[in-house]
């Protein structure tokens, strides 16, 4: 394939925080791809749109909602034949990642898919994690502590185990498992030491204790725990 694969990370949702790199490829890029779920518009598009030019080809595709892996499977197939066949004809590609491409995002499993087809490059976005620290000026990490990232998706044995075991810890994915979350977070006796970050970077962006918080969020909610374990901070 002569064209190029670009993944590009547009950020948490703040149209301010797209890089200018990311902003210079959308406005040179012939063809823009991105992932939309089922009767919805594609935030990932939402977020860059005003700097994609109207000349350029749009390619979103739709990604299921579920859980079972095959639909999911089958759509990054579907999606990565139909920027294969743009990459065929020499034109590059663009595929928006909401966040950062690598970090929970839906680029790597077309990166997985053309990779070893395609020259590629990611241009790295302001992720989840960054958003959310600075909503709730609250630092994910300092000196030699160290940051665990598990998703509320996990059991919650699992999530226990390292909650207990880190120093500090951010739960993404929260949506409708907060209320088994704030569950565990109390068996802990870290309730106190727990922020819920809701649409960080968004207009409808909200902090607040974890204690306070309701039974259910969006899924772009985020739990940071921070023990306090360094005593410079």
């Not at 990232?149 to 919650?156: G, K, Q, S």
């Not at 880190?166 to 993404?172: G, L, S, T, V």
């Not at 949506?175 to 704030?182: D, F, T, V």
């Not at 204690?211 to 921070?226: D, G, T």
């Amino acid at each position: 394939m002569s064209g190029k694969l670009y993944g590009i990370g547009v950020g948490p949702g703040d149209p301010e925080l797209l890089t200018l790199k990311a902003v210079r490829l959308l406005q040179a890029l012939p063809v823009i791809a991105w992932p939309e779920l089922p009767g919805r518009p594609g935030f990932a598009h939402e977020i860059a749109a005003a700097h994609i030019p109207p000349a350029s080809i749009p390619l979103p595709f739709t990604i299921p909602m579920t859980t079972a892996r095959e639909p999911a499977q089958r759509a990054y197939d579907a999606a990565a034949a139909a920027i294969g066949a743009h990459l065929e004809a020499g034109r590059d590609v663009g595929v928006l990642c909401e966040g950062d491409p690598l970090l929970y995002g839906s680029f790597m499993y077309l990166l997985s898919r053309l990779a070893s087809c395609c020259p590629v490059e990611v241009v790295p976005g302001v992720s989840s994690l960054g958003a959310c620290a600075a909503a709730a000026r609250l630092p994910l990490a300092g000196r030699k502590e160290a940051l665990t990232v598990i998703p509320a998706t996990r059991a919650d044995d699992e999530i226990a185990a390292v909650i207990a075991a880190a120093d500090a810890i951010a739960i993404p994915k929260v949506g409708r498992h907060l209320g088994r979350l704030k569950r565990i977070v109390t068996a802990l006796g870290l309730e106190g030491s727990a922020r819920l970050v809701i649409h960080a970077s968004l207009p409808s962006e909200a902090v607040l204790p974890l204690a306070e918080a309701a039974e259910e969020a969006p899924y772009f909610s985020m739990i940071l725990i921070r023990k306090g374990n360094d005593s410079w901070l």
